[in-house]
């Protein structure tokens, strides 16, 4: 007795100087290193204690209605802000600096005209259009984005993915041969005619759906386009371009195909007539393809050295030209050449409707298309440049352009990243070489347009083809993405491999669609762990990982790594029972069975009160105690108030009653990454949670976020059972908390199932049930 | 200078007790909890020097290959286990208590059987079809789902919503009036043979995809119906439900409508022949409606006294066959009757090909939703019964039954909800139930159907709507929903909405679009914050949350609170640079122009090297210093290797150089709640934290999850600038580590400041270079 009592003293003083040293070390150490220790003493912290110690500043948080009165806002300065950004050029031509910018813009501005006269050419035919409507494509959007654009280095016009989107839609409502649809408006014109039509009622519509965006500010919906999504329709696009010029390389006079499997058919038809090559035609392209490629290379390779790019493709034109006119190449090999090019702008007319009706969904899709493809290209020069673009803006300055220009007959216009190149490499400053090269296209459209009359049309095949260079390049991906990101991989091949066979509108829409599932599949299957103590320190981690790592006795430290939605939360309560290696619910039953046996015993006479708990009179049989027909209230909280006893569980029961063991005390769920929970999670968890805290286990939540603290009290996630004080900041302080409520669980727990074992070991039946009036939390045990 | 060093001495004395007391406190504690308090010693540790003491185990994960092979293993086991999975009976049937269970089995049959008689005959009005075949979907597959399906309780049969849907293909197939269709192999057929025929045709291809689904193991996919979603979809069909008995309840006769806005347009012909109505079938209707109504609720306010509930509607019918049949309401009142029944069955026929074709994408929608609502419920009562039902097993039963049934010309089959309650709340405990329920409408089918054969269409049309209460009641959620989850909220609208107007099946690919949309907008617009120390804590918290919260001198912490992936990179790379308030790039770009300067400026004799730094001797105008043609390499580190002093960008520069400040010396993310990371984010991340740490900011990242670190050594995350020794494992570790980096740099930024002041008071140019030769940490202040 007397050592007990020396041995408490020693204990005492111990724990007096231990708490003095504390208190030493607390006042001397603040936040200040200490030789590169980690030292923290502080008071034990629940969330509700802690914010008891620390107030928290009442924050208010706008509501959706003020957003949106701060949105319609309108007052002098805001109205002015609204009318310099819808006319960008106010601001950047007051500081634009002519002494020092003009001759980059004249420069480039013919450079990129030259080129853009090229493309417009060439991209008209991906189309199906004469080459002619490439050059209006080429200079109504030019002027209009001059005035209302942001970037100051893209080069406004056809871009040959968009173009061939267009031409898929002409090929559809339009197509060659006899099997031509009725179109109410299009009536006695002849097909070509009708086709230019089609193509610029559909641009009409995109530059609508561009303007709305851009009114409506939801531009932002471009951040669905990955890069990788990009890269793989780029590539099927770049396909698709290849396969729709072979005809003209190969001098063919085949149909367009549009619609689910258009390449194959498309390719069927070429390998149909190749009997029918024209050689002058091929040959023509294989010579200008390769050198054109040649010297691109060349040019690459002494890029520092020369002053200039060589301009290999605008001599080659210039001299296939010459020899086609010269050696009338028409007639003779019966080469198909431009012919009669427009002369001079057509008066604008009024787009058709049925086409807008028939064209709808295409339209959409080449407008966010479009757009993509344009403000990531702005984008990387304003980067580069350092100057903001506006999206918005971008959406509205493109929107107007198509719509301008689908009056005039061009079709549709975003950028290409070739022209842009040409436009910011030759000096380009401002819009101003913009507009230069527009007016070179305008000078070619109505004085020299004729001189390109003889060009064969296989040239500009072969420079479409020999221009895919870099997109067919990114083919290259595949095996990055393999190393590093089978997920994006696969949104890669998908998106890729669906634009190729169902065509450029259906593949974007399945890319964009796979590329959303990812996210929702990468948040819905994350890895759960279950953590445990780096000995000696505060730290927790995944117990599988460490060697030097313990579970404290009795206590579950469960990591939820993701958001919880209605897609995951079943999969979390699954891995949750993995973890903790028992169903709560299916124990609650038993228990529950177990009572009302017990009850029942108690008033047949069949179990009596001992001191030491209920023993068992009569003999019933061990089969089918659990054979119940009611199955109601089997899942409310375990209820001893009619009973003079409580049961503990942990022991052996009476009449061979037996319920699966709890060999936890409490479960702590780590909350650090759930970044949010929605209504169906948030239902499922209480579920979950109660399951747990009627079998008596107690349930701690750490690490919460405050707002989805502040969900979970919104939404009456908390009563009698679910109470805040379960909510802790660190798992440290929940383990802490935990010894300190069940100072010596191993011990009494080992020591209990030894008395019952000593007192019962004689009879049949276990009894082991404890007095009522014992403390309430040692009945947890 | 005496003093000094005994002010030192006194230091080192502090010290040195402090770390003993360190010591002492580090070996008493381990981890018991002293007095409510918290208390921490452990070494400062970074991941790196933390994987350095503790060994991590090499786990091997098992790749993609090693669980397919897995899957793919076979030993006798497998097969076994492999084949009493796909016939669950012979695993119940085994433990069957004939005694206990046989007789609650034979009376929930026969009381099962007669509601599934009277279902079979409204639910094929539904369908579009005659009534007759109503009984066959609740016999045949009842049949085939006794052998195959692990549900003990559910009711498997006709359910209304899948009915519908099944009716609206029949009406798009096979429309009344003359506008019929030519299938091929439906000729010369009757319009209601037309009708069964594409019935069953679907309900072959729905059979056919729910077998796919189930050996294929993906019955998971029905977690995207969430519990929001299917109550706004059944709340929807329940409207379509209402709308299609009008016509029988009115005794109209008008055609069935289907795709979209067939709801606007069955409404339209409705009220067009509204002077029509037979006011006996109205009568009727209304009579039964209010009766089943009343006595259902009695049924439900006096539950716990009735032994078994009243089967009204049973009661009902059988009046109302008596009354009709004795005063031949046929005739008198020109009610339209069942007519002509089913008399037995007929020989299989196989399914049309054409039909299936043309019906492919309802198959698709009828199977999922059909598994979807039939797997919830079996799910409830498996948990209330405390057993395991098998998704794929499930689907595997549901597509034979499906497919069976198809063959005797039965239509879509998955549960009712009003039916498998009855059949449970009579003491059904097995399928036993199911099969004695099937042979009642069996013996209906065979036997005494042709009692049915007076009864009004008007009475089945009555009973449909009376028991649409439930699902109709279902427009409670919205106010309950505005209050807990407004994005739950817009779920549950735009799926009733768009279910409601476009039809069930676009409704229903609308719901899950906008579902799957709003996880992802979750994750990408998250509640980004800057975090700062609770005063005397190492807790860190949203300085604007609290009063007492100190945000260390020179330091940003900023916490993601949510995955980065590609649609959200952007949006925290601006989030950032708004935290920070500086734009790492820009002053980047701004140095570098200035070292040109200034090496331009030495070279031109300009500057002059002084032992305090350099000095410029001319005066150069200050504006336009940073016009540059070349922009290139400003994106580069700060290169001073040429030059013989660094550059101190905190204090002035020469010749009018400006460069931004940067106020922060440590940036640190956390990174606790970033559960994935993918390709695009990772670039981007990547390339802003360089931007950060090439104007000389340290960036640290803590908490970062395992795989998420894992990840990024994959992807040739780290570099020469960016080190592993940048993680962390809390964020007060990398405090203290930054303190000890710089220990004094409040007080030696300051005193810099003064100094500089001091020396150059009187010049224009302020010069601040100082020399190399110092330790490398300090140029970073």
Same mark, same amino acid.
């Given at each position: ?146 005035? !209302?654009? &942001? /970037?100051?280095? @893209?080069? =406004?016009?056809? +871009?040959? #993915?968009?173009? %061939? ?116 035609? !091929?040959? &023509? /392209?294989?010579? @200008?393809? =390769?050198?054109? +490629?040649? #010297?691109?290379? %060349? ?483």
């Amino acid at each position: 007795m007397y050592q007990d009592a020396l041995q408490e003293q020693i204990h005492k003083t111990q724990r007096k100087r231990l708490s003095d040293l504390l208190w030493i070390v607390q006042r001397q150490m603040a936040m200040e290193p200490v030789g590169g220790q980690y030292v923290v003493v502080r008071p034990l912290f629940s969330d509700d204690s802690f914010s008891g110690q620390y107030k928290k500043v009442c924050r208010q948080h706008k509501g959706l209605l003020g957003h949106i009165k701060d949105f319609l806002k309108c007052d002098a300065k805001r109205a002015k802000n609204a009318a310099l950004s819808l006319l960008p050029i106010i601001s950047w031509i007051k500081i634009y600096r002519i002494k020092e910018w003009l001759m980059g813009d004249i420069v480039s501005g013919i450079s990129t005209g030259l080129v853009a006269v090229l493309q417009g050419l060439a991209f008209s035919l991906l189309a199906s259009l004469p080459p002619g409507y490439g050059l209006y494509s080429a200079f109504f959007p030019a002027i209009i984005y001059f005035f !209302l654009g &942001t /970037s100051r280095h @893209i080069s =406004v016009g056809p +871009f040959p #993915v968009l173009s %061939l989107m267009v031409g898929s839609v002409v090929n559809r409502l339009v197509p060659d041969g006899d099997t031509a649809r009725n179109i109410t408006g299009l009536e006695g014109l002849s097909i070509e005619q009708q086709k230019v039509i089609v193509a610029s009622s559909v641009t009409f519509l995109m530059g609508v759906f561009q303007l709305a965006l851009g009114v409506l500010r939801v531009g932002f919906i471009v951040i669905y386009l990955s890069d990788t999504l990009v890269s793989g329709f780029t590539t099927a696009a770049a396909v698709h371009i290849l396969v729709s010029q072979l005809k003209f390389v190969l001098g063919l006079n085949t149909r367009g195909f549009s619609g689910v499997f258009n390449i194959f058919y498309s390719l069927e038809a070429v390998f149909q007539q190749i009997h029918k090559t024209n050689v002058a035609d !091929l040959v &023509t /392209s294989i010579v @200008i393809m =390769v050198a054109v +490629f040649a #010297v691109k290379e %060349l040019n690459d390779r002494f890029k520092s050295k020369l002053p200039v790019p060589i301009p290999i493709e605008i001599i080659m034109t210039i001299i296939a030209c010459g020899l086609s006119y010269g050696f009338n190449f028409e007639e003779r090999f019966n080469v198909t050449v431009i012919g009669q090019m427009v002369n001079g702008y057509e008066a604008p007319s009024a787009p058709n409707v049925e086409v807008m009706k028939e064209g709808a969904v295409d339209a959409i899709t080449i407008a966010i298309v479009g757009f993509a493809v344009a403000f990531s290209v702005a984008k990387v020069y304003s980067v580069k440049h350092d100057y903001t673009i506006d999206g918005s803006q971008e959406l509205i300055a493109f929107g107007a352009s198509n719509i301008v220009g689908a009056a005039f007959k061009s079709f549709a216009a975003s950028t290409a990243l070739s022209r842009t190149a040409v436009q910011e490499s030759t000096g380009g400053k401002s819009q101003i070489a913009g507009l230069i090269s527009a007016l070179i296209v305008l000078i070619v459209t109505v004085g020299i347009g004729f001189l390109l009359e003889p060009l064969p049309r296989s040239v500009l095949g072969a420079l479409v083809i020999v221009n895919l260079k870099g997109m067919l390049m990114q083919f290259r991906e595949i095996p990055y993405l393999w190393r590093k990101d089978k997920v994006d991989m696969v949104i890669w091949i998908v998106t890729c491999a669906a634009s190729i066979v169902l065509g450029l509108d259906l593949g974007l829409a399945v890319g964009v669609g796979v590329e959303l599932l990812t996210v929702v599949f990468r948040t819905q299957f994350p890895r759960c762990s279950v953590l445990a103590n780096i000995v000696g320190t505060d730290l927790y981690k995944d117990q599988k990982d460490y060697l030097c790592i313990s579970e404290p006795e009795g206590v579950k430290i469960f990591r939820i790594p993701s958001p919880i939605f209605f897609a995951n939360i079943d999969f979390f309560r699954n891995k949750l029972v993995q973890a903790v290696g028992f169903n709560p619910l299916r124990i609650l039953r038993k228990r529950n069975k177990a009572l009302r046996k017990i009850r029942k015993m108690l008033k047949n006479g069949e179990l009596q009160m001992t001191p030491a708990g209920l023993k068992s009179l009569a003999f019933t049989g061990p089969e089918n105690w659990e054979d119940e027909e009611n199955t109601d209230d089997l899942d409310k909280p375990v209820d001893f108030s009619d009973l003079p006893v409580q049961v503990n569980w942990k022991s052996e029961l009476p009449a061979n009653i037996t319920v699966p063991p709890v060999d936890i005390h409490s479960l702590v769920l780590d909350f650090s990454a759930v970044s949010f929970i929605d209504i169906s999670a948030l239902n499922g968890l209480k579920t979950a949670l109660k399951e747990f805290i009627r079998v008596e286990v107690e349930v701690y939540i750490v690490s919460c976020d405050a707002y989805v603290f502040e969900k979970l009290k919104n939404c009456m996630f908390f009563d009698d059972e679910i109470k805040t004080s379960m909510f802790f900041p660190t798992i440290h302080d929940t383990i802490l908390h935990i010894l300190q409520k069940h100072p010596d669980y191993i011990k009494q727990h080992e020591y209990e199932k030894e008395a019952h074992f000593k007192v019962y070991r004689g009879q049949t039946e276990g009894l082991s049930l404890r007095r009522t009036e014992k403390p309430p939390n040692t009945t947890r045990l």
